[in-house]
């Protein structure tokens, strides 16, 4: 097979499609997308294209931990309804429920503890959506909608970036060979070679694996290194744990990046590596942002359909499935913390969270109000912004939120009481001690991006990037508002807060006064001067706080100068 064959064929990752035996073009979706427990599943034809797959909706992957086999929308598990046989989707429910177990076996779908017991369209003669129930397997189950096709998807490829240090995981000089070293260092997005050394993947079973060969990470050794899967050594099972790598076998073993060892050699090898961290395990998951990873995903071959980020995300208890939300207290006074499975309310702006990085809090978008515990008791409620208060101080830790102060508080579902967890349902939020326990796991999904012009009052004119497309160089202007909407005067707010251009992705830059220059360009932690932050009608620095962009005065020019108050220093937020 040629290099260039090669190239064509993608490997599978993990989800898929179930697709009907008796019609190939029907496949079982979550009806009608939507997000909440106890929502049917039923069989339809299959949605158009997104990116090399499908729709979310229509989208499955089988974890083999816990024999569920789980939604692409929100990890919710195919599951049995105990009035109608009906199949559902619901939370995970911790202990195992043997209504959400199942075996994938010759073609048919069956339960764990009953293999006579199998998923089945109920009748296909009727017009789509048809519905799907649990049945008792008949001896032709090819005519009567008892038979499927496990249809895996091509892989979703990313590359996994430290969010401290923008650094990316990489191949070790391009090496294929088994045992080469995997390191953290600077994103090359140039040559496709040189992008399939820092590009990853996950496998059928969620395993990740290196675009270049298809090995494997392996912590045998003092550093991580590549080698051939093997499914007898836990050290090569590594998967994506929210923000953290973990290892399958052991959940308490996480990768985290080694600072680089300095080098007094002035070859052009020795100054590669040493800009080149290496990977090493950790015994224990801390708050060190060496162990915290962002994976970002490339567009064209997503498995799930994927946007922009943008910085509101909600947080979602993985043990029943309930999502946070302030309850709405008069006056500005604190609001308790609910987790809450009615969607009409986990949909609300009271449900949406950020991370407020300067401060280190985790905040309410309705009124900016902080994560905090009472006074009084460890329950979980909203308050006003303390800078004295420890309490107030957290962090989002792979599938725990964690107290920075107090490393071993963490956010935990009050699951104490019995009954329904569905729709409807509200339970209480505390900090309680690390226990590793169902309870105290949260899925962080980060909402799309909300698109905005940038508005000057002096005069209406928008924030423009003159130059469109990928050069990180392009000036930022002041100008007219186009009469149709274009990327080049669209900006939104990153997953950081950072303001970022919808046309390139590329995050404001902006210089002293003195040197009057204004222009976008690659998000770079190091840089004090590409982050900026919307504070009320300002665009202000991240690490100055009395620096903000305004208009000057001169020569109407956009520059970056001393907070005053003034009119040529506000902005408005128009979003489309």
């Keep these: ?276 961290s290496p990977l090493v395990v950790s015994r224990q998951a801390t708050a060190n942002p060496s162990q915290f990873w962002t994976f970002d995903r490339i567009p064209e071959s997503s498995a799930v359909r994927q946007r922009d980020r943008g910085k509101y995300f909600t947080v979602r208890s993985r043990v029943s499935g309930l999502v946070l939300r302030g309850n709405d207290r008069p006056g500005g006074s604190p609001a308790a913390l609910v987790a809450t499975g009615d969607r009409e309310k986990a949909s609300d702006s009271n449900a949406l969270f950020f991370l407020e990085g300067v401060t280190g809090t985790i905040r309410n978008s309705v009124n900016n109000f902080c994560l905090d515990v009472n006074d009084e008791s460890p329950r979980l409620i909203l308050s006003s912004y303390d800078p004295y208060k420890r309490t107030q101080q957290w962090r989002i830790q792979g599938k725990k939120i964690v107290c920075r102060q107090q490393p071993d508080l963490v956010l935990t579902l009050d699951d104490s009481e019995d009954g329904d967890q569905g729709v409807g349902r509200e339970k209480p939020v505390s900090a309680q001690i690390d226990q590793s326990s169902e309870n105290q796991f949260w899925d962080v999904a980060y909402q799309p991006a909300k698109s905005f012009y940038i508005v000057s009052p002096t005069n209406s004119k928008v924030l423009t990037v003159k130059a469109t497309g990928q050069r990180s160089t392009s000036k930022v202007i002041l100008s007219e508002k186009k009469p149709k909407v274009e990327s080049d005067q669209l900006w939104y707010e990153d997953e950081d807060g950072a303001v970022t251009s919808k046309t390139n992705g590329f995050v404001i830059e902006a210089l002293t006064e003195k040197d009057g220059v204004v222009r976008t360009t690659p998000w770079d932690p190091s840089n004090r001067n590409s982050q900026w932050l919307i504070v009320g009608n300002h665009i202000q620095n991240k690490h100055d706080s009395r620096i903000v962009l305004e208009i000057h005065r001169k020569n109407k020019a956009l520059c970056a100068n001393r907070f005053t108050g003034d009119e040529n220093q506000r902005w408005t937020f128009e979003y489309v």
Aim: aromatic share 6%; with cysteine.
């Design 1 to 276: 097979m040629s290099k260039r064959r090669q190239d064509l064929v993608l490997p599978l990752g993990k989800y898929f499609a179930i697709r009907s035996r008796l019609k190939t073009e029907m496949v079982l979706e979550v009806k009608d997308g939507r997000d909440e427990p106890g929502t049917p599943v039923v069989l339809n034809e299959e949605a158009p294209l997104v990116g090399l797959t499908g729709d979310d909706h229509q989208l499955w992957h089988y974890d083999d931990q816990t024999l569920t086999i789980r939604s692409a929308i929100n990890q919710f598990c195919l599951d049995v309804n105990a009035r109608d046989s009906r199949v559902v989707v619901q939370p995970f429910l911790h202990g195992g429920c043997p209504t959400q177990k199942w075996i994938l076996s010759e073609n048919v779908i069956q339960t764990k503890d009953d293999a006579d017991k199998v998923v089945s369209a109920t009748d296909l003669r009727l017009h789509a959506p048809v519905e799907v129930k649990v049945r008792v397997k008949v001896n032709e189950p090819e005519s009567t909608g008892q038979q499927w096709i496990i249809d895996y998807k091509p892989a979703a490829f990313f590359h996994i970036r430290n969010h401290d240090t923008a650094k990316v995981l990489a191949v070790h000089r391009a090496d294929p060979r088994s045992g080469s070293k995997v390191v953290a260092t600077r994103k090359d997005s140039g040559h496709r070679t040189t992008e399939d050394i820092q590009l990853w993947y996950e496998d059928r079973t969620g395993i990740i694996r290196s675009k270049l060969n298809g090995f494997v990470l392996d912590s045998s050794g003092e550093d991580v290194v590549l080698s051939p899967f093997d499914e007898t050594k836990d050290c090569r099972r590594w998967t994506v744990a929210g923000n953290s790598i973990q290892n399958r076998s052991n959940p308490s073993l996480v990768l985290e990046m080694r600072p680089p060892t300095t080098s007094t050699t002035k070859s052009r090898r020795s100054s590669a590596e040493a800009i080149s």
